[in-house]
């Protein structure tokens, strides 16, 4: 089965950066690359989304903070600066194509003094 597999998750201090990368499928007819994050007790929400033209949107609550890319053969990114408490979650991407829908396992980003 494919999966998808987030690295470069940890801990960090307030104000500090950490760049998850997402391991995609490599298939062809990719529509959007999907960032989301569930803090604990708190429903899933979507903070970026990279299209396969390389267009992008950001929830407002890390615009200007994240920065989500693509190396358009099969890795994502998701740069993560000026990170705060609020942002400690579970990150997990998802992968969407014509007719193909992948998650990852998700991966843990906490923030802390």
């Known amino acids: 089965?494919?999966?998808?597999?987030?690295?470069?998750?940890?801990?960090?201090?307030p104000g500090g950066s950490l760049r998850l990368?997402?391991?995609?499928?490599?298939?062809k007819l990719l529509l959007a690359v999907n960032w989301y994050r569930q803090a604990l007790g708190q429903q899933r929400e979507l903070i970026a989304a990279i299209t396969a033209g390389g267009d992008t949107v950001y929830a407002n609550s890390v615009k200007g903070r994240f920065t989500v890319s693509t190396d358009n053969e099969k890795n994502?990114?998701?740069q993560m600066n000026n990170l705060q408490p609020e942002d400690t979650a579970t990150y997990?991407?998802?992968?969407?194509?014509?007719?193909?829908?992948?998650?990852?396992?998700?991966?843990?980003?906490?923030?802390s003094s």
């Open 1 to 13: 089965q494919v999966h998808l597999v987030e690295s470069g998750g940890g801990s960090v201090q």
């Open 76 to 78: 994502t990114y998701l």
């Open 92 to 111: 997990t991407c998802n992968e969407v194509g014509t007719d193909y829908n992948y998650w990852g396992q998700g991966i843990q980003v906490t923030v």
């Open 21 to 27: 990368s997402c391991a995609g499928s490599g298939r």
